[in-house]
């Protein structure tokens, strides 16, 4: 009975192609939006969750100045104290839990090589840089223990800077120009893309901190000191344990507050996922909205085809249809309506996903459940809306309805 | 039912429409009887009350006042769904207009009553096809009504009132949309399944020589039953 009824309003839907695409195109608009917004939302997600991982999972930053407020980072009215060589001599003595210590400072500076020459991110740094930002090299050492005492003039390269000198050929043992001073390459950094925010991170020169402090930036500060947590130990754990021993180091009295401040990446990251994620349930809040379009649609569609056809509904009054007959006839008839929009607009909202992620460089991230509560939801609507049409085609008088022109 | 017995009473019926100064009595206190097997034909002009009486017949309506009753039944106390029930499996419906679901072929409409009887798709089939077959329209069966002449149609209609196997066939008008040649084959279509089938029909019509075919004549006139005569003179087939 029932199987007979969808058939039969898959029938009717055939016979009126034009007016039934008509109708379905409110669903499948809604549909379409909604899909295409939480598919292109989660691969943002994704991204962002990505990105911030290669920016260094369990990692904490500090940097020298007020930890960041309201209303941004430091007050003007304080002197910023850096860090210092001792600082960061102090958390490699006493802080435990920690996989890997790096000091960095990091600036803008013309690379030149031959007639080249390119804007680099040139950082200086020890050995233990590489693994506390998990990155790895391609070919080549790391700076050795001496170099990075003594300040050699030696560098890592990314592999931006690679392409701009050397093409595809090896860099190894060449010597760049950096600034007004000159290194030798020892190795190739591994590639890592672009990060979310546009960010070239192979555009990069490496250098022994020493050597950096010495001919770039002209003084013995630290920018910032890179702590990578071990892996049984949270960040959360090990934060307070560095602000310990820095406070201790830099004599702040219980008193004060830091002069210097902490950034757990890990909590970032969280941060910022859990704000993309808000900003894909807006967008699909607001897509939902033209599914319910889509459904007065379907209600106005369902009213004139009751209306169209009520000496049918005379005729299978007549020969014995109960009043649920009709009203199942014409209840299905509205879901397998907007079912079918449902269907149609999955597949353009998933399309339209796949094109975006090609296009914005984001993973294509369709989620089964997302899917399977638009079919559900698209079902739910022709059930909703078509209920008023069909119980007024159900409740009509037969003898009325066959005199019906 | 046996033929011979009582299978349709009218008892003092009333039927009107309106209220107070305004109302009309379409049917006013009709006594009536109609026996299993019988065919009558039912006359009247219009706003006579014929078609009222048809429709309480056809259990598609009820009186406002006084007692119809169908094999017995009160029919004229029951709620939609069991009229809907009683129609399904007692009564056939054959219209002037043919009212045959467009689009859809010949065997489809035919199965149509046995849909709502929860009859599986196989002998549904089977029974429609047979039915067809009854009527005359072998190798017409998967054409849709547009494809079909008025007289084909008409017994598509008369197939698909058929195809339950009712007690009573109640035809309004039946041929008022058919040219002469095709309203005989038609009537005789209609008093060969009565006296084949024995089943009763009950029939309105305008024409004198359509109800020529029928035993027996009723006559209505301002909602009264003005003549109720025997035909002596019946067209044999």
Not at chain 1, 365 to 394: D, K
Request: aromatic share 4%; glycine share 10%; charged share 20%.
């Amino acid at each position: 009975m029932i199987w007979e009824t969808v058939r039969l309003s898959l029938l009717s839907v055939r016979r009126n192609v034009l007016r039934s695409f008509l109708t379905l195109l409110g669903i499948v608009i809604g549909v379409a939006a909604v899909i295409a917004m939480l598919t292109i939302g989660s691969g943002t997600t994704e991204k962002v969750k990505a990105d911030i991982s290669k920016l260094g999972s369990n990692l904490l930053v500090v940097r020298s100045g007020r930890p960041a407020g309201p209303g941004g980072p430091g007050g003007l009215d304080q002197v910023v104290r850096p860090l210092a060589q001792k600082d960061l001599a102090a958390l490699v003595a006493h802080l435990s839990g920690a996989r890997a210590i790096s000091p960095a400072s990091q600036k803008q500076v013309r690379v030149i090589f031959g007639t080249e020459s390119l804007t680099s991110g040139v950082t200086g740094t020890d050995s233990a840089y590489l693994d506390a930002r998990d990155w790895k090299l391609v070919s080549g050492r790391p700076f050795s223990d001496s170099e990075t005492r003594s300040g050699t003039g030696v560098c890592l390269i990314g592999e931006t800077v690679r392409q701009q000198f050397f093409g595809a050929g090896d860099p190894e043992g060449e010597i760049i120009r950096v600034n007004r001073t000159s290194c030798k390459i020892i190795g190739l950094l591994e590639p890592k893309g672009y990060t979310g925010f546009g960010q070239d991170q192979d555009n990069v020169v490496l250098m022994p901190l020493a050597a950096y402090q010495r001919r770039i930036a002209g003084n013995r500060d630290i920018e910032s000191i890179y702590v990578a947590a071990d892996d049984r130990t949270p960040t959360t754990e090990l934060l307070p344990r560095v602000e310990d021993i820095l406070r201790d180091t830099r004599r702040i009295t219980p008193d004060r507050e830091d002069d210097f401040s902490i950034r757990d990446m890990t909590q970032i990251a969280d941060a910022m996922a859990s704000a993309t994620t808000t900003m894909t349930g807006m967008l699909g809040a607001v897509a939902g909205v033209s599914l319910l379009v889509g459904g007065i649609g379907i209600m106005n569609i369902m009213l004139v085809s009751v209306t169209e056809r009520t000496r049918e509904i005379g005729i299978r009054l007549a020969i014995g249809a109960h009043e649920k007959h009709i009203l199942i006839q014409f209840l299905v008839e509205a879901t397998v309506l907007s079912l079918l929009g449902g269907i149609i607009g999955i597949l353009i909202g998933l399309a339209l996903a796949g094109l975006a992620s090609l296009t914005l460089a984001i993973p294509f991230a369709p989620s089964p459940a997302v899917i399977l509560l638009a079919v559900g939801f698209s079902a739910l609507i022709g059930m909703v809306f078509g209920f008023f049409p069909a119980l007024r085609g159900a409740r009509l008088d037969p003898i009325d309805a066959l005199r019906h022109e | 039912m046996a033929a011979g017995a009582t299978l349709i009473t009218f008892d003092k019926v009333w039927k009107s429409y309106g209220q107070g100064e305004a109302t009309v009595h379409a049917l006013a206190g009709v006594d009536l009887a109609i026996r299993s097997g019988e065919f009558v034909a039912i006359m009247g002009p219009s706003g006579s009350g014929k078609s009222t009486a048809m429709n309480i017949i056809g259990c598609l309506d009820t009186p406002t006042a006084g007692t119809y009753s169908f094999m017995g039944i009160d029919a004229g106390r029951l709620d939609r769904n069991r009229r809907a029930m009683l129609r399904n499996l007692y009564v056939g419906f054959v219209f002037q207009g043919y009212n045959l679901l467009p689009r859809t072929t010949a065997v489809e409409n035919v199965e149509l009553p046995l849909i709502y009887r929860g009859v599986a798709a196989r002998e549904r089939h089977d029974l429609a096809m047979k039915a067809l077959a009854e009527v005359g329209l072998v190798g017409r069966e998967h054409h849709t009504p547009a494809e079909l002449s008025g007289g084909q149609q008409q017994r598509v209609a008369i197939a698909r009132a058929i195809v339950t196997r009712p007690t009573l066939l109640v035809a309004d008008e039946p041929t008022g949309n058919l040219d002469t040649a095709r309203t005989h084959e038609i009537m005789e279509l209609l008093t060969r399944l009565n006296t084949e089938l024995g089943l009763t029909i009950a029939m309105v019509t305008h024409e004198a020589d359509v109800a020529a075919y029928a035993e027996r004549t009723i006559r209505f006139l301002d909602g009264h039953v003005a003549s109720d005569t025997v035909n002596l003179e019946m067209v044999s087939p």
